[in-house]
DNA sequence: GTGAAAGCGCTAACAG
DNA sequence: CTGTTAGCGCTTTCAC
């Protein structure tokens, strides 16, 4: 044991460029961490020496004499789905930035998995986490946020002064805008199409729309909302059945994009048009929204904001820096595409319906009502941000001495 | 200093845990690591005093000791894009399983922050690494795989028996058998939307497209193939040039889904239906393709496989079981959706074309020819996976006793 | 300015 | 079966 070296040329450590340079390991350790009372001639050979070496350090050395890993985990509940693909690419980014790598915990949406997770941050000893779109209870959320590891939320706010780090989107405007687009193109038949289980997020957006309708003087009865798996699938369904109870219906809100897909499908499958017959909104803004036929007309979430900015509050408060004692409001921005149109009376849509239907693509302009709101025909990705009138900062709040 | 117990409680270690039970640190270490030589009585406390404490390991501590971080990264281009967070979401589930924790490396497609990230491995103490389709030469990746830390390759190969861990995905027999589908529904004049900057995937794909179509005896000239960026805009750009060059055009092969739809969209454009007119095809199989209208015909890639194997392999060889000597290839399918068709002469759709169209939707099945391969009506992602002929297992290769 | 000593919390090697 | 002794490679006092 503790005998000479070997022959494997191991990982050099600061023992051999102390070796080499002439120094001790301390001096080495000073230069390399920027520390005072170096002299400039130490400090350059220390440098050669390094780079001669090709020394770096051992990160779990240093992070146990230190008690910072320079890790921060990032808990998704489906790393596979877009929405948090594009946070975690821009969380990931912002991390790198500051010189933390970050650990992916992904749950497939198992708040079973979520805790385990939270329960074993003790042991990880990462700096920092952040939450994204936590299925779990305020309670046991709350139990964690005050915690030894400092954690950022998105999408989740647990109220109060908790000066839990927040990032949340002003879904239920969002929501609003979309609702009233429709009740002023004439719509008084509109369904929604919600998301079960019931999460915090489907809750807002019903709100936004309910209370939206209702400010517009449209009325909603309970035949006309439904919850649906909050996928395709889910909203082919909830359409279907929707428009065999609700004959006279003229739009769709939707929750989220794969519903609206999904009720795009069962419209067409009925023999309906989108949007002559029916206007169909979505919530989100996935890349699919953009590149269906029609394009969807949904709501926009600042997905990369969302993970930029509440790393940004995370890496603020490992810094010391205090948290906004409330929630970081980001912006939605309602995009106009071409699954709405003014509305129809849907008994003059039932006879219409089924008859022989004319193309609805873009570079065609057919013979159709209502084109004024839409987009133009164009090159892919066609959208016109309406940003939404906002309380909120616009710009990226807070950020702790950006690059 | 090294006073004294201080007011915060801190996390319990290993000596608090011995102190409670009194037995030697050593033998709550053995405990825990399911060691040998402990009694069952011994044994029983100790878990009760760690229970007690709510003990976790210090994983830092652990791994100066061990030399073992329990750490993988996954080094991706872009995080963003579906392709590779499916991969990413198998391969950090199938990490979990082993006791992994995932740290995700993401690139941003550029080839110097991969460089930068590999060139740090030594001071990252990551157990190992899987590197997802590389844009690095083949020189320099060598470099590394042949480096202290184990490294599986996605998507990648470097030939030879390099004995370094690789998962491919058999993309030649793949877009080979897109290419013949094209033939043999007649189509003889097609273009083909490859992608740049040239990567290896690009030219596999682009080779199976060209020697399937000699082999049918269907020629392609140079204005037949295009380069195009790798997204919708790519493809919307690629396939308009295309249209205007090569009127006669039937069948359009492209290198991704992204430029399959951008080129659909170009093709509306243009006043041309799909798939009447002109028939796309995309590779990949994103989520959006079988949302999209029509949903796309495309060879599919199994995203979750390639990330679980490399995994599997990457565990594998940290555990010293041997990796096999030639890459593990991963069997592609062709999904037949709505986008392809029998070949109309181009003269005749010269005509159509402009004309008042018929709807193509699903729902409708309205006059038009060659349905037979196409998927039938139905609700959301239709598809009908044709397995290739493929040599490779079909399973899970070479799974290190899976759970 | 620089070096020496002590420990971060754990496991590995040996002794009993 | 269990305890003792050494480090893992780095940073942090504190002395020089």
New binding site residues.
């Given amino acids: 044991?503790?005998s000479n070296r070997q022959q494997a040329p191991?990982n050099p450590?600061?023992?051999d460029v102390a070796a080499l340079v002439g120094?001790?390991?301390?001096?080495i350790?000073?230069v390399?961490?920027d520390g005072p009372?170096?002299?400039d001639?130490?400090r350059r050979r220390v440098m050669e020496g390094v780079k001669a070496l090709g020394y770096q350090?051992?990160a779990p050395?240093?992070a146990?004499?230190?008690g910072k890993t320079r890790l921060i985990a990032l808990l998704v509940p489906d790393i596979g789905n877009p929405h948090f693909a594009r946070i975690a690419r821009a969380a990931s980014e912002e991390a790198e930035h500051y010189g933390y790598d970050v650990v992916l915990w992904n749950c497939g949406e198992s708040p079973r998995r979520e805790l385990g997770y939270l329960r074993s941050l003790p042991s990880h000893r990462v700096d920092g986490v952040v939450v994204c779109s936590s299925r779990l209870s305020a309670g046991a959320l709350r139990e964690f946020v005050s915690g030894e590891v400092p954690i950022a939320l998105i999408n989740r706010s647990l109220g109060g002064q908790s000066a839990v780090p927040e990032v949340i989107v002003d879904a239920e405007v969002g929501a609003a805008s979309a609702a009233r687009l429709l009740a002023d193109l004439g719509h008084r038949t509109i369904g929604i199409l919600s998301f079960r289980p019931p999460s915090e997020s489907a809750a807002v957006r019903l709100r936004g729309y309910g209370r939206s309708l209702e400010g517009q003087g449209v009325k909603i009865d309970s035949r006309q909302v439904r919850r649906v798996s909050p996928d395709m699938a889910g909203g082919y369904a909830g359409a279907t059945s929707m428009f065999a109870r609700v004959p006279r219906l003229t739009a769709l809100l939707c929750a989220n994009d794969l519903i609206a897909l999904g009720a795009v499908q069962a419209a067409y499958a009925q023999g309906l048009r989108v949007p002559e017959d029916v206007s169909i909104v979505g919530f989100d803004d996935i890349a699919a929204a953009s590149s269906s036929t029609p394009p969807l007309t949904t709501v926009h979430i600042p997905q990369a904001e969302l993970g930029r900015t509440a790393v940004d509050l995370l890496i603020g408060r490992l810094r010391g820096e205090p948290s906004p004692s409330s929630p970081v409001v980001l912006p939605t921005q309602l995009v106009q595409r071409g699954s709405h149109a003014p509305c129809v009376a849907a008994d003059t849509r039932a006879v219409s319906a089924r008859a022989v239907q004319r193309t609805t693509r873009r570079g065609n302009t057919p013979v159709r009502l209502g084109t004024i709101l839409r987009t133009p025909a164009g090159p892919p990705n066609p959208s016109r941000p309406i940003p939404n009138p906002c309380k909120a900062p616009a710009g990226n709040p807070e950020p702790p001495t950006r690059r």
């Fill in positions: 044991m503790a191991r450590g600061l023992r120094v001790s390991r301390q001096t350790s000073r390399l961490n009372y170096v002299s001639d130490t350090v051992n050395a240093k146990l004499a230190t």
